[in-house]
């Protein structure tokens, strides 16, 4: 019984020395707020092993002992990793790591699933930029040919190391301030519930196209994934409950490295 309990309180310490640094190595950019490092170091410590899906985190209160930040800090995090279906919050039942739910079906509506076991891939990490680009093409004509659009691009990976790249684009007026904001208050989020809370976005009626395509050179260079390899292109418009539009996004993934559930 003693060297059971002793091995808990190690294990603890574990858990939270590897919180703690990881929460060092992000708040030394100087560029995070509190929240979204804290965000950051759970995703990594979810990535790199220290939790395993169904694993219990640690309470909220230890969570912010450990990360020297308020409780609100903690639970706003949590809240941002719910709502991405990365971790599980139920009363009395603590927080625990999802342990089959996949990011992608909370933010896209779709599942990226393994071909050989049929188990859901989750995104492990995320690159992003905000910037405005001239209007062109499918986006452009969607979102009413305005001469620039915000974008946001995104380079994904998700377990097993599949690759994938996504890119959303908006009319600048709908998000003013958004290029200023530091792309990392965007990384590891789901970008829906954003939106609606900092630009009272909400969107009322949604249509996605998937079609096979070949990707060209510049954007399999762009995103690191195979060109001249067959992709499923998948196309996402969203409109306001007065049927202007909102959003158009377009995701990349390779056919070969999954399987797509709707």
């Known amino acids: 019984m003693a060297s059971e309990t002793a091995r808990a309180v190690q294990e603890k310490h574990d858990v939270s020395a590897a919180l703690a640094r990881a929460m060092r190595r992000i708040v030394k950019s100087g560029r995070q707020t509190k929240r979204s490092a804290v965000r950051l170091a759970i995703v990594e410590a979810i990535g790199d092993g220290t939790f395993a899906p169904g694993d219990y985190l640690p309470p909220e209160t230890g969570l912010a002992e450990t990360f020297d930040v308020s409780l609100g800090t ?15 919050r139920r009363r009395g039942d603590g927080t625990r790591v999802a342990a089959a739910e996949p990011l992608s079906r909370n933010v896209w509506h779709f599942r990226f699933l393994d071909k050989r076991t049929g188990a859901p891939l989750l995104k492990l990490k995320e690159s992003i930029s905000v910037d405005t680009v001239a209007a062109a093409g499918e986006a452009a004509a ?6 620039d659009v915000v974008r946001i691009r995104r380079h994904l990976v998700m ?5 994938v790249g996504a890119e959303m684009f908006l009319r600048p007026e709908l998000v003013p301030g958004l290029t200023r904001l530091d792309p990392g208050e965007l990384t590891m989020i789901n970008i829906r519930p954003y939106l609606a809370e ?3 976005i909400v969107p009322a009626e949604a249509s996605n196209l998937v079609r096979v395509s070949v990707l060209d050179a510049e954007n399999a260079l762009i995103f690191g994934l195979p060109a001249g390899k067959p992709v499923f292109e998948i196309l996402a418009r969203t409109r306001a409950a007065d049927s202007s539009p909102i959003y158009f996004q377009r995701i990349f993934v390779p056919v070969d490295a999954c399987d797509l559930s709707f």
């Open 74 to 88: 903690v639970q706003a995090a949590l809240e941002q990793l719910k709502q991405m279906g990365m971790i599980v």
């Open 142 to 147: 969607f979102l009413g040919d305005p001469p």
């Open 159 to 163: 377990s097993g190391g599949m690759k």
């Open 198 to 200: 900092r630009y009272g």
